[in-house]
């Protein structure tokens, strides 16, 4: 926001401060969101409904902000992000390199359209230098790969999710390791 510019506040049933939407972003300012949830000079995705993502970002005047984006917003500001360092990275050339007419990326880019396939999200993420995975949460799907892995054991990985559904960062982060290192 540029000096001299305001939005209005509105505070909605939970005290959250809310700024109204600016193409596709939404933020929400918390002063109660403890210091140790960031990470110093990175951001952190934490949970947001399908079709978007939330991202913690860095205490800014002991504010903390959380920025809602769709995949098509987070997309456009991925590629005019790495634009800025290399021309190659203009929609049409984005496009081209994935497969895709520059019309339906620019669709997606704007939330146009559906979320497109796997595929076409992945080959995204590679141009685009981002995790797919982030990228096909976003558009509300689960990779190819972790279903097959899901679907061998429905009912032990459903209660596995559920139970983890309200474990902080760093309860998850230490089942990972124990799992990887294979320290059972």
């Keep these: 926001m540029q000096s001299g510019q305001t939005d209005q506040v509105a505070r909605d049933q939970s005290g959250l401060q809310t700024q109204p939407p600016r193409s596709g972003v939404r933020r929400t300012e918390h002063a109660g969101v403890p210091p140790d949830a960031f990470t110093a000079g990175k951001l952190r995705q934490v949970t947001a409904p399908a079709g978007s993502v939330s991202i913690l970002a860095l205490q800014r005047n002991s504010v903390y902000y959380v920025v809602h984006m769709t995949l098509g917003s987070y997309l456009r500001n991925a590629r ?5 360092r290399d021309r190659t990275y203009s929609l049409r050339q984005v496009a081209l390199r994935i497969g895709v007419e520059p019309a339906y ?6 939330d146009v359209v559906p979320p497109p396939s796997e595929g076409t999200i992945r080959r995204l993420a590679r141009d685009l230098e981002e995790d797919p995975d982030l990228l096909l949460a976003m558009a509300g799907k689960v990779s190819s790969d972790l279903q097959a892995v899901i679907l061998q054991r429905p009912r032990l990985f459903a209660d596995l999710l559920r139970q983890l559904k309200d474990a902080p960062d760093h309860a998850i982060l230490t089942v990972v390791r124990e799992v990887r290192d294979g320290d059972w």
């Design 105 to 110: 990326l620019s669709k997606i880019e704007r």
């Design 80 to 84: 005019e992000r790495r634009r800025e």
